[in-house]
């Protein structure tokens, strides 16, 4: 939006850092710590789990990882092929004659796919998907879509990208907080912690991943011949 104002991109990115500083602030001052009870006065309504003890030792950490995999696996999977699409096809989307000049194109696909994730992530305590790996299966579709569009270009307008976007979006941050939400319920505990810290790292191994695959594949995209788009509504 400052850019469309025309605010230069070094005076845009100098008033973000206010939101660093308000997420800041909001950690240390604003949320308030746990209050830890004995787990035996602890009233809840959510599904009782049996409690284990915790890891112990490299070993025993390093052996617990393999029941963690049903989480890692499909949520490194969804931002794989999600920032794949992000990292190395967003930018060669581009329609001729809209509202939005390229760089603008670029810019609020970027903030349509943000939206997506926002909707998705704060979610959760209205819809609940446990199995996560049909977000996998819809995002390749997405990966699919968004390569053959970048050769082709065939889709006629640049409403449906965005809904696509948007799409793309829910799918990610939905993979995400499901995956979290799950292990809360499925994981002891005393284990919960350690199985959470390892299982966040996922999307980062996807995130790398699908940065370093997008770069030969922006290239070879970048050496074929031009396309232009046949029909527009």
């Not at 003890?53 to 490194?76: Q, S």
């Amino acid at each position: 939006m400052l850019r469309g104002l025309g605010v230069s991109a070094r005076d845009t990115m100098l008033i973000m850092l206010i939101f660093p500083v308000i997420e800041a602030l909001s950690f240390w001052m604003l949320l308030r710590k746990p209050i830890i009870l004995p787990v035996t006065t602890v009233e809840s309504t959510e599904e009782l789990i049996a409690d284990e003890p915790p890891l112990e030792g490299f070993k025993e950490k390093i052996m617990y990882i393999k029941h963690l995999v049903k989480y890692m696996v499909p949520l490194a999977l969804v931002y794989f092929f999600e920032y794949f699409i992000n990292q190395g096809l967003f930018e060669l989307v581009f329609f001729d004659n809209t509202f939005l000049d390229k760089d603008a194109q670029y810019r609020w696909l970027n903030v349509d796919y943000q939206i997506g994730v926002f909707i998705s992530r704060s979610s959760v305590n209205l819809f609940q998907l446990n199995k996560i790996w049909l977000m996998s299966v819809f995002q390749f579709v997405n990966v699919v879509y968004f390569l053959t569009e970048v050769i082709y270009f065939y889709t006629p307008n640049i409403w449906i990208v965005f809904v696509i976007v948007l799409w793309e979006g829910l799918l990610g941050g939905g993979a995400y907080v499901n995956t979290f939400y799950r292990m809360s319920k499925e994981i002891s505990p005393g284990r919960r912690q350690f199985a959470m810290s390892m299982v966040v790292q996922s999307d980062s191994y996807g995130i790398a991943l699908a940065g370093f695959l997008a770069i030969p594949v922006h290239n070879a995209i970048c050496s074929l011949p031009a396309a232009v788009r046949s029909v527009v509504w």
